[in-house]
């Protein structure tokens, strides 16, 4: 805990050097209780800034590629990352989630599976809403405006772009009855009504596929 207490300030220093950071919404988060906090994922950049401004400290999962990527494989160890295998059915990782989620913690997740590359939202993957559907947590839906592929190089220019963290309230989801495929056709649609709410904290440029049916804060 104390090195992640660490990492969060370090990180929040470097953003304030490169980047000019707000945040809004911080007063949503049920501080003390276990949830899940949902981000969109354009770049590397969103998990550190969602992770370092936070109010506490969050729980998180990331891709198997970075354990591969010098700075992010150390910046995840550090932390204490739950390494997550894209598109294969991870028991593991799976056991971990639940069982943070159960000890009370709040966890941060991308449902989009990975970046974007684009200030854009994709469909989201079944997975969050396998998790809502085995845990019953809220979410808390978080949309990152600014954390472009760019960012870095803009700010290390001296142009310090902007990077807003927009944090919604959080918001539950009603058990699924259902069995077999229409169970697993259930979780997609949690986990798209999951995405719409992120749409809604994000402008209309960002809100990709989700444009049509983005809920409003």
Same mark, same amino acid.
């Given at each position: 805990?104390?090195?992640?207490?660490?990492?969060?300030?370090?990180?929040?220093?470097?953003?304030?050097?490169?980047?000019?950071?707000?945040?809004?919404?911080?007063?949503?988060?049920?501080?003390?209780?276990?949830?899940?906090?949902?981000?969109?994922?354009?770049?590397?950049?969103?998990?550190?800034?969602?992770?370092?401004?936070?109010?506490?400290?969050?729980?998180?999962?990331?891709?198997?590629?970075?354990?591969?990527?010098?700075?992010?494989?150390?910046?995840?160890?550090?932390?204490?990352?739950?390494?997550?295998? $894209?598109?294969?059915?991870?028991?593991?990782?799976?056991?971990?989630?639940?069982?943070?989620?159960?000890?009370?913690?709040?966890?941060?997740?991308?449902?989009?599976?990975?970046?974007?590359?684009?200030?854009?939202?994709? $469909?989201?993957?079944?997975?969050?809403?396998?998790?809502?559907?085995?845990? @019953?947590?809220?979410?808390?839906?978080?949309?990152?405006?600014?954390?472009?592929?760019?960012?870095?190089?803009?700010?290390?220019?001296? $142009?310090?772009?902007?990077?807003?963290?927009?944090?919604?309230?959080?918001?539950?989801?009603?058990?699924?009855?259902?069995?077999?495929?229409?169970?697993?056709?259930?979780? @997609?649609?949690?986990?798209?009504?999951?995405?719409?709410?992120?749409?809604?904290?994000?402008?209309?440029?960002?809100?990709?596929?989700?444009?049509?049916?983005?809920?409003?804060?």
């Amino acid at each position: 805990m104390a090195a992640r207490s660490v990492l969060r300030a370090l990180i929040r220093l470097a953003a304030h050097s490169l980047t000019r950071v707000t945040v809004i919404g911080a007063e949503n988060v049920p501080l003390g209780t276990p949830y899940l906090a949902a981000q969109n994922h354009i770049s590397i950049f969103d998990p550190p800034y969602a992770i370092a401004f936070w109010p506490e400290t969050l729980e998180v999962i990331g891709a198997s590629d970075i354990w591969h990527k010098p700075g992010q494989k150390q910046l995840a160890q550090w932390y204490g990352v739950t390494k997550v295998h $894209r598109g294969a059915y991870d028991r593991e990782m799976i056991d971990t989630v639940l069982m943070v989620l159960r000890s009370g913690r709040p966890l941060l997740i991308a449902p989009e599976g990975g970046r974007s590359h684009l200030p854009r939202l994709r $469909r989201a993957k079944p997975g969050v809403g396998f998790l809502i559907d085995a845990t @019953q947590v809220p979410v808390v839906p978080v949309g990152l405006t600014g954390t472009t592929e760019d960012m870095f190089s803009l700010g290390i220019r001296g $142009r310090r772009p902007s990077v807003t963290i927009r944090i919604g309230k959080p918001f539950t989801l009603p058990p699924i009855e259902s069995q077999g495929v229409e169970r697993r056709l259930a979780r @997609q649609r949690n986990a798209d009504l999951v995405m719409a709410h992120i749409a809604g904290l994000l402008p209309e440029s960002y809100r990709g596929v989700y444009a049509e049916g983005a809920v409003l804060p």
